[in-house]
């Protein structure tokens, strides 16, 4: 059961339907699209000046001896009424009144305040009792809703379960998205209804409902005690309930260090209740408690970013959100032209430590003055970034993405920017970057290997197809000759050969071309089949062949004859060595 399955607080309409309020024969005479108007308390008075006495959210009783004769005393009577937030106006007709005034009943009808008549006497104190009967109720079935799921999320944490799952489970719970945010207004951690799939724009819709209602935050807590935020319409509406509605309810939460946060919750497909407002104060304790327990803001910015990415990868984000969504999370590049990068190591890596990994990462670039987004992929060991580019040197680096680059491709490389003048800003930024990658894993992570793979230079619109083109570049390039970076724009050929690395036919095609020559190596102690992979690599050319592997021409054409009788080909045929380079590279796939 969600909030929205649990009964509110009684209703003008609800209370028509009490016994004790039908012996009076009520009669709808005015504000009938407001029934809906939730009842706060039940209040009865016969002076002009009741309304001075309200809070907000009551059912006012009376007899009509205090509205005034003059139809102006009659009008300021409702609009004082409607002004103070009463939920209701009920008025006993046969004593002070025969009828209700014109003006009385107008003024009622043009501020949409239920005004209800009762056309038999009643006694007041009956009518109060069944309704607050009615309020402790629902009351109760609010504590005790609210009670069942601060267990529940208790039980997460004893369970072992940290700050996401507590979120996940708040956000099922509320039927809406959930924000874990630093004072600063970044996003640390989030969950929506439904999961990923279905709330993919949950992000942005929080966004503008926040930004929509940043001015009326400091009304919040009054007009949520008075039950009037976001309930009027019409002429009579307050404009400081409605921007409370689209700010929706918040609870502090102290980060690391003594930092403020707090955790959100937003009206973003229905308004928010008593429950929310209960469950939130709780839920948002257990989440200081995890983050004290556990550390988790550097996981969680990790994990948020990486989400963020991941989905921007998959397609699950456009670009105008995308652009608003990585604002959110503390990337807010002042160029619009962008590098996608992707790394991942073999080495073993705990999540917890993995994390570090990323913030030292973001910390290196940034401190390098290029502003990034770093996050998890997936898994520990795997990281997604985009990085910026300055726009003026755009113009050379953003045709050349799988030329200048694609040139080093299998070449050592030491990542540092030490290539000359000329160098396109794309290339520059990718040796920084990698170099700033390398320093983060080294500094946790010793000497352990890092793969990475770059994409092209791209606006937010290109972003998501190249993340996903630089994570399979990064996941193909694994086996290949360590470098700096790869460029992922060629890697096509590995790309396909890893995505087929559990085909048989692929394994297959390995054995049947290059066996012979595989049991060759094994057996002998000067190996064939490094001369034949940079024949392959170097398009059968043998004299770059030679200069390749310090060999004279008589030398490797030995080699070569020795190959063409071990595996029965002619490698001067283009077709044969294009299938032998199929096979070279797939080996390294299927090994």
């Known amino acids: 059961m969600t909030a929205a399955d649990l009964p509110p607080r009684i209703t003008v309409a609800q209370a028509l339907a009490l016994p004790a309020v039908q012996r009076g024969l009520p009669l709808v005479v005015a504000g009938e699209r407001n029934l809906d108007r939730p009842i706060r308390w039940v209040h009865a008075g016969e002076v002009s000046y009741i309304a001075s006495v309200l809070l907000g959210g009551e059912l006012l009783l009376t007899t009509g001896m205090g509205i005034g004769r003059r139809a102006a005393e009659q009008r300021r009577f409702v609009k004082e009424l409607d002004e103070a937030g009463a939920a209701a106006l009920f008025v006993e007709l046969g004593g002070a009144l025969d009828d209700l005034p014109p003006a009385l009943v107008g003024e009622a009808e043009r501020r949409g305040l239920p005004l209800v008549a009762f056309r038999r006497d009643v006694r007041f104190i009956p009518v109060t009792e069944a309704i607050h009967t009615e309020l402790v109720n629902s009351r109760y079935a609010v504590l005790q809703r609210c009670d069942e799921i601060h267990g529940q999320l208790t039980q997460i944490v004893l369970d072992g379960g940290g700050i996401p799952e507590v979120l996940r489970l708040l956000a099922e719970t509320l039927a809406t998205p959930v924000v874990l945010e630093a004072a600063s207004g970044r996003v640390l951690a989030h969950a929506v209804p439904g999961g990923d799939e279905q709330g993919d724009d949950a992000l942005d819709a929080w966004a503008a409902a926040r930004d929509r209602g940043a001015g009326g935050r400091t009304g919040r807590a009054r007009a949520a005690s008075r039950g009037t935020a976001g309930r009027k319409t019409g002429g009579g509406a307050s404009g400081e309930g409605a921007a409370a509605w689209q700010a929706g309810l918040s609870a502090p939460v102290p980060l690391g260090h003594g930092a403020p946060g707090r955790l959100v919750v937003l009206p973003v497909s229905a308004p928010l209740d008593e429950l929310a407002r209960l469950v939130l104060d709780r839920a948002a304790g257990l989440v200081a408690l995890s983050l004290l327990r556990s550390r988790q803001e550097e996981e969680l910015v990790a994990r948020e970013r990486g989400s963020f990415l991941l989905a921007l990868s998959g397609g699950r984000v456009k670009a105008a959100a995308a652009r608003r969504q990585a604002q959110l999370i503390g990337f807010a590049p002042a160029s619009g032209q962008l590098l996608a990068l992707a790394a991942e190591t073999s080495a073993q890596v705990e999540p917890a430590e993995w994390s570090l990994v990323l913030r030292d990462a973001q910390v290196e670039l940034e401190g390098r003055g290029t502003p990034a987004l770093v996050g998890e992929r997936e898994r520990a060991g795997r990281m997604l970034a985009l990085v910026a580019l300055h726009d003026s040197e755009h113009g050379a680096s953003g045709h050349g993405a799988s030329g200048h680059g694609a040139s080093w491709h299998g070449a050592s490389r030491s990542g540092t920017n030490e290539r000359g003048p000329g160098v ?28 990475i793979a770059v994409g092209r230079a791209t606006g937010w619109e290109g972003a998501g197809p190249e993340l996903r ?37 692929l394994a297959a095609l390995v054995t049947r071309r290059l066996g012979p020559l595989i049991e060759h190596d094994r057996r002998r102690r000067h190996a064939l089949l490094p001369t034949l992979q940079t024949l392959c690599a170097n398009g059968g050319h043998k004299a770059e062949t030679a200069r390749a592997l310090h060999l004279n021409r008589q030398a490797l054409y030995h080699r070569i004859e020795r190959i063409e009788r071990l595996l029965g080909v002619d490698l001067s045929d283009p077709t044969e060595l294009l299938t032998l380079h199929l096979a070279v590279e797939a080996r390294r796939y299927v090994g």
């Open 469 to 505: 083109l630089a994570a399979d570049g990064a996941a193909s390039a694994a086996p290949l000759p360590p470098t700096a970076w790869h460029d992922a724009r060629a890697l096509e050929l590995q790309r396909l050969l890893w995505h087929w690395r559990e085909d048989r036919e």
């Open 424 to 451: 396109g800003e794309r290339e520059r930024v990718a040796d920084l970057a990698a170099a700033a990658l390398r320093t983060a894993v080294a500094r946790r992570l010793g000497d352990a290997e890092l793969t």
